[in-house]
Structure formats: C-alpha cells, structure tokens
C-alpha cells in the first residue's frame, strides 16, 4: 500500500500560479508512473498530466499544455504539478495518483489505471 499525500492548493487570482505536491510516505518515485487528476463540482474527474519516471516522460490535457508542468524532485520523493497562468476553470479538488507500472500512453488518462490516491487538496481560481 502506498501513501500519497497531496499539498499546496489553495485560492488564486485569475492569471495566478500555484505548486502542487505530490509525496509518497515511505517510498520513493523511482519508477512507474504518477498522474494528477482534478474534479470540478458536479464534473467527472478528468486527466490533467502525467510522468512517466523511468523515462521522465511528462504527458498534458491540452487543456493545460503548456500552462502546467509536472516533475519530480531530485531525491525522488516528491512528484509536482506547476500550474501558471490560472484559469477560473482550473478551479476543482486536484488528487494524485500513482502506480508501480509504467503505463503505456493511451492509458495514462484513465484513473483506473492508477492503484493509489491521495486525498486531494482544492484550488480556486478567481476571476
């Protein structure tokens, strides 16, 4: 069983930028694949990115190309998600995901792919 603990939401301004953090108690990030998932009230959770880390592969909705960026930290703990540029309709709980796997491309978007989530941590965007 792994732990994943998400942190660093919060409210914004339109245009704003926050950093979500992404730790797995007891583990390390050192292969498989962690993704980052958000739901907006009375929305079904949909796919935001995700890194493969064996490869550090990074894979965006296109939503959020280009305004987000996913990493990993060198101690390999600590999965982010940089979000600039903030957009009312980034508002919605963020959670993380991960798996021992290293997901292939196509499924990276599903959340069934994913054996382990955090608890999510909520971000407002204002306009």
């Known amino acids: 069983q792994v732990q994943l603990v998400e942190s660093g939401g919060g409210l914004v301004q339109a245009g704003g930028s926050l950093r979500l953090s992404c730790a797995a108690a007891?583990?390390?990030?050192?292969?498989?694949?962690v993704g980052w998932f958000r739901q907006a009230p009375g929305k079904e959770r949909e796919f935001v990115a995700a890194?493969?880390?064996?490869?550090?592969?990074?894979h965006y909705q296109d939503d959020v190309k280009f305004r987000f960026t996913i990493s990993r930290n060198s101690a390999r703990d600590t999965v982010y998600l940089q979000m600039n540029n903030l957009k009312p309709e980034d508002t919605a709980v963020y959670y993380c995901?991960?798996?021992?796997?290293?997901?292939?491309?196509?499924?990276?978007?599903?959340?069934?792919?994913?054996?382990?989530w955090g608890q999510g941590t909520q971000v407002t965007v204002s306009s």
């Open positions: 995901a991960a798996t021992s796997s290293r997901l292939i491309v196509s499924r990276l978007w599903s959340g069934e792919s994913y054996d382990y």
């Open positions: 007891d583990r390390t990030f050192s292969s498989g694949t």
């Open positions: 890194i493969r880390l064996r490869e550090n592969s990074q």
